[in-house]
C-alpha cells in the first residue's frame, strides 16, 4: 500500500470517531512515519503527550500538541490485505485516541481493543 493509501486509512479511520468524541480531542495532530523508533520496530502507533485526564490549568501555557503517529511499516508487515491494513489502521487508532482520553493499555485490553 502507498504511503497516499495508508495515509487515506488513517484519515478514513479517524472518520469512524463520533462526531461528539471526536470535539472533545484537544490539542493533538495525527502523523504517519514509515517505521517505528528502533528500540520497538513492531510497534503500530504511539500516543505522546498529557492525557485529558492529567491536564491542569498549568498545562495549557505554552504546551505543544500531543502526538499520534501511526506507523506505516510495521502495520503493513503484519497485514495480508488491504482490508487488513484498513482494519488494523482503525484499531490503532482508536487505541491511540484512548489514551489522549486517559485510557490505559489495561483497560484497553478489558475492552478488547489492546
Known sequence: MSREDFEGAVADALDLIPPDLAARMDNVVVL??????????????????????????????GALPDRITVFRNPTLAICDTREDVVEEVAVTVVHEIAHHFGIDDERLHELGWA
Open 32 to 61: 504517519v512515519e514509515d517505521e517505528a523508533p528502533a528500540d520497538d520496530p513492531e510497534l503500530l502507533g504511539l500516543y505522546e503527550g498529557v492525557p485529558l485526564t492529567e491536564r491542569d490549568l498549568a498545562w495549557a501555557a
